[in-house]
């Protein structure tokens, strides 16, 4: 008798087992058995000799006419067998399977089945599947006919008759096993046993069984999948963090007092419950996503202060340079003299803003990090350089991170272990890509959400069109012009391209049309519509401080004399970029962007009082997929809406980017995009379970299951460092 836990060479033997290993490394019986089929093939229902269509896979019952072994011109044999039901006949063809001659004997009947094909204009059926009936078999033909044939995935060396061979062993030997999910939860749900679920996925006698063992065996990844990031929230909850509460009089009060605006409501809720989570003795962890422009910076930024305002530092960690330095300016900007501190005249409430960059000279990063340990520095904001071993905080209270889905679960460990061995620093986690919440959950950990989306009053809206500039040049012709209008009113401009230089021929993909790229572009539009305006370059390859600069000169804008009115960019301004007086944005073969990207970049306009122009240009053929997203682009403004669309139209790897994708891979049959109710249904059981149980004691099946899934996502984590 076989367990879950027993090895599949027990089952199956040592030549079969070391495939399973190599392939796919399947070691236990439990591995093999959770080895789902990919779909399932019927046999096809019943069907006389005499009606056969090509193509049409069937069942046919018949009696073996003849057999002959023949010998195939390359040295092969092939077997042809003759099948009749008296009103037709047909022919079975099998290669280099001789020893079928003494199953396959005139005169037995048997079930036959298999995809009708044609050879020298007979019809025939080739290595089809049989059941020969005799007086002692209990086949029902029209059972046999009906059934699910599993197809599993497969190799090349392993093939996916082999596999059903071995799951079927494994299923025959396999005695009473423990069940993971609790009996309450099985009688709640109206689930079915394990052992039920594991026979009928394998062979189905219906679809009402198929689906009632999928739907099991889906609450088996989602429990196990909740329950580890519950037990990971219970452990980080057990940690002690330093309360940081607000100061009368403070940093926080002088700040809003300078602040030129009302925080929108839903601005001060969030910041309510902020306060109050950074007032306990347990670390915070909140994810604040918020539509483009919805203003998480200024939330990020009181977090901050009311830490700073209690003595610990805050670290703002950002995925690009040109995001962190343009944070640092926004920063140091809102704060004003309070971010002087140490300078002559400084404000007395005031702290060190730091900077900390992979691009930075010596000299400067070394007065950083010698800011950042004395604790000079009170906000401390970088890229991934905040991540190395040399950063070394002299009290670390906060760590922001925006643009959460740029970075991997690890990085986020690795500054957070910053703050000491003994506790934990408060974490807010921003994104501006909206998703759904079970999605967050599962793609971010554990971790409170909050929404911010509603924009600030006096945004005016953005308009989007699409420009067909194949089919109607001239349209194109007028977004140039509209351009320079728009810079001689005072306003700036974005043009955003897919690629900094064209493509070699040789990497194109059949008919895929050559990218419009930047070295191309650029030259073409200073020479010609664009002649009359400044127009600035940056792409991901130039050198930090020449992005700077020119960033810093489009920020500067019109009105200085070394301002730059038309910035044309990769997409390095996808996140974050902020300068208010840019009004339109002309997105050149939009079509190669995702929908979210899309939202992302055009939210980079109308972030002033004027209104903002979006124009997607493209030359997709009219009724292709890439139209109709443009379409929904330009249709709605509604993140949220088009969050939902890009999630169907993408899979759900690139939906979850780099974050805990070890888990990911181990769920085989729930889907983070489509069971959202099974995750939280399964995430409400889960932490219960891990209230009453963290250790799961009681249940050590589950506890097993756990584990695994916490060993997959660490050699996973192993392979991608
Ligand atoms: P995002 O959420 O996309 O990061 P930002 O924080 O960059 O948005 O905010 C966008 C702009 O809106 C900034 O210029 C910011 O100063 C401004 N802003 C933020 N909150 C408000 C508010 N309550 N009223 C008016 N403007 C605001
Ligand atoms: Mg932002």
Redesign the pocket.
């Known amino acids: 008798m076989a367990d879950l836990s027993t090895q599949v060479v027990e089952v199956v033997g040592a030549k079969t087992a070391a495939l399973l290993k190599s392939e796919f490394e399947i070691e236990l019986v439990e591995d093999l058995l959770r080895h789902y089929p990919r779909r399932y093939e019927q046999r096809g229902a019943l069907t006389d000799l005499g009606n056969l269509e090509i193509g049409d896979h069937v069942t046919v019952q018949a009696q073996v006419k003849s057999f002959k072994n023949l010998k195939n011109a390359k040295g092969g044999t092939r077997q042809e067998v003759v099948i009749s039901d008296g009103q037709g006949s047909l022919t079975l063809m099998f290669f280099n399977q001789h020893w079928r001659e003494k199953d396959l004997v005139a005169g037995r009947q048997g079930l036959f089945a298999g995809q009708i094909s044609v050879f020298n204009n007979k019809r025939q059926l080739t290595h089809p599947e049989y059941e020969l009936l005799d007086d002692s078999a209990d086949v029902n033909p029209d059972d046999y006919a009906e059934a699910f044939l599993p197809v599993y995935p497969a190799t090349k060396k392993l093939q996916t008759w082999t596999i059903e061979r071995s799951i079927d062993l494994a299923l025959t030997a396999l005695g009473e096993i423990e069940d993971p999910l609790p009996a309450d939860i099985r009688k709640s749900e109206g689930l079915i046993d394990l052992d039920v679920a594991l026979h009928a996925i394998h062979k189905p006698t219906s679809l009402e069984q198929l689906e009632a063992s999928r739907l099991r065996l889906k609450w088996d990844e989602a429990l196990a999948l909740q329950v580890v990031l519950a037990k990971q929230r219970h452990e980080e909850d057990s940690w002690p963090a330093i309360a940081r509460s607000e100061k009368p009089d403070g940093l926080l009060a002088a700040f809003d007092a300078r602040l030129p605006?009302?925080?929108?409501q839903g601005?001060s809720e969030v910041a309510k419950t902020i306060s109050a989570e950074m007032a306990a003795g347990h670390p915070m962890h909140r994810l604040l996503q918020?539509?483009?422009?919805?203003?998480?910076?200024?939330v990020a930024v009181r977090a901050m202060l009311t830490v700073v305002d209690s003595g610990g530092q805050a670290a703002l960690l950002a995925p690009t340079e040109v995001l962190a330095a343009q944070h640092y300016r926004?920063i140091t900007n809102?704060l004003g003299p309070l971010a002087d501190r140490g300078k002559l005249g400084a404000h007395d409430e005031g702290t060190g803003v730091t900077l900390l960059t992979g691009s930075m000279t010596t000299a400067a990063r070394r007065q950083a990090l010698l800011d950042i340990t004395s604790g000079q520095a009170g906000i401390v904001i970088g890229t991934h350089a905040l991540l190395e071993d040399r950063v070394d905080f002299f009290d670390l209270g906060l760590v922001v991170i925006?643009e959460q889905h740029r970075f991997g679960v690890e990085q986020r460990a690795t500054l957070v272990g910053k703050a000491g061995s003994d506790r934990r620093p408060h974490v807010l986690v921003?994104t501006?890509t909206p998703i759904p919440r079970t999605v967050a959950m599962t793609a971010f950990g554990a971790l409170d959400i909050s929404t911010?989306s509603e924009l600030?009053?006096?945004r005016s809206p953005i308009t989007t069109h699409v420009v067909l500039a194949a089919e109607k040049p001239s349209h194109l012709a007028r977004a140039w012009e509209r351009i320079v209008e728009e810079v001689q009113a005072g306003h700036q401009a974005y043009v955003v391209v897919p690629r900094i230089a064209s493509q070699e021929d040789k990497d194109l993909k059949p008919g895929q049309r050559q990218a419009i790229a930047l070295e191309d572009l650029a030259p073409q539009l200073t020479e010609g519509p664009l002649a009359s305006v400044r127009v600035g370059v940056m792409h991901g390859q130039m050198a930090g401080a020449d992005k700077d600069d020119v960033m810093q000169r489009f920020a500067r804008g019109p009105a200085h004399e070394d301002g730059i009115d038309v910035l044309i960019s990769t997409t390095v301004i996808e996140v974050?970029v902020?300068v208010?007086n840019a009004t339109t944005m002309v997105i050149m073969d939009a079509d190669r962007f995702g929908i979210s990207q899309l939202h992302q970049l055009r939210?980079r306009v109308g972030?002033g009082s004027a209104p903002g122009l979006c124009l997607l240009v493209t030359e997709a053929p009219p009724f292709s997929p890439a139209r109709e997203r443009l379409a929904a682009v330009a249709s709605t403004n509604d993140g949220f809406e088009l969050a939902a669309l890009d999630l169907e139209q993408r899979r759900e790897g690139d939906v979850l980017g780099r974050n805990q994708s070890g888990m990911r891979s181990s769920l085989k049959l729930v889907s983070i995009l489509r069971d959202e109710e099974i995750l939280d249904q399964a995430r409400i059981a889960a932490v219960n379970i891990v209230a009453k149980d963290p250790e799961l004691n009681s249940n050590p099946a589950l506890a097993r299951a756990v584990q695994s899934l916490i060993d997959q996502a660490r050699a996973e984590f192993v392979k991608k460092s």
């Open positions: 605006f009302t925080l929108t601005q918020g539509e483009v422009g919805s203003g998480k910076t200024v926004a809102l925006d921003m501006a911010l600030p009053a006096g974050g902020d208010p939210g972030r």
